[in-house]
């Protein structure tokens, strides 16, 4: 089946810092999605972005479906972005089933 | 709208003993998903449903079983339950739509349910 692999798996950033996660994905996908599970658990939807870029805010996001792998920006960021974050896909078929990386685990210091 | 919910929240069992976790929404979506979440890594999908009367087998379905009787509903059952079934389950939802560059299919979970097998 399809591989979701993630890095890094573990950044600390200060406050106000910029970074960049990665998402590689072994074969072609319909959809991805990016999730952040804050600190209480709760899976937050940050960007449905199968292919393009799209902006939402501090965050951003980029899929290139050809070369099979995604990016999420986060700039300026603070301590409440802290959390962990998920890439997820769906390799098509009539299920959505979803696949997910194992994560990128994020902490913000002030 | 509520969005995706689950009841309970969190849950103790003795091994051996049996509950039902449910899942309700009210986005009218078709599709509904159980997973499960371990320490360390992400989502695993445990049985999903295409549709109201549908369901099938995902990833790690040993263990567990659903109905889904009415649309808005998805009920995990757990028959004998075992401390491999420690977890946190997630339920989660969406629709699909034919769009002009393919389809859309973005699903949505609820809060979770922390679950603990003694």
């Known amino acids: 089946g399809i591989q979701v692999e993630q890095s890094p798996p573990d950044l600390i950033l200060q406050e106000g810092a910029n970074s960049t996660l990665r998402c590689n994905f072994s074969?072609?996908?319909?959809?991805l999605q990016w999730f952040h599970q804050n600190p209480w658990g709760q899976l937050i939807n940050l960007f449905y972005i199968p292919s393009g870029t799209k902006q939402n805010g501090r965050l951003s996001a980029t899929t290139v479906a050809t070369e099979r792998y995604s990016l999420l920006y986060i700039s300026s960021s603070q301590t409440t972005d802290s959390g962990v974050y998920f890439c997820?896909?769906?390799?098509?078929?009539?299920?959505?089933?979803?696949?997910f990386g194992t994560g990128t685990l994020l902490a913000v210091q002030p | 709208n509520a969005g995706v919910t689950q009841t309970p929240k969190f849950r103790v069992l003795k091994t051996g003993q049996s509950m039902t976790l449910l899942c309700a929404q009210d986005m009218n979506h078709e599709y509904m998903y159980w997973y499960r979440q371990d320490p360390g890594m992400g989502l695993r999908l445990i049985h999903y449903?295409?549709?109201?009367?549908?369901?099938a087998k995902g990833e790690v379905p040993d263990g567990y079983n659903v109905s889904r009787l009415k649309k808005q509903n998805f009920l995990l059952g757990l028959e004998s339950a075992a401390p491999s079934q420690t977890s946190v389950y997630f339920c989660?939802?969406?629709?699909?739509?034919?769009?002009?560059?393919?389809?859309?299919?973005?699903?949505?979970f609820g809060p979770g349910t922390r679950l603990t097998v003694l």
């Open positions: 997820a896909v769906d390799s098509g078929g009539a299920t959505n089933k979803l696949i």
């Open positions: 989660a939802s969406s629709y699909s739509a034919l769009i002009r560059r393919g389809s859309y299919n973005e699903q949505f």
């Open positions: 074969d072609s996908v319909n959809n």
């Open positions: 449903s295409v549709g109201e009367g549908t369901t």
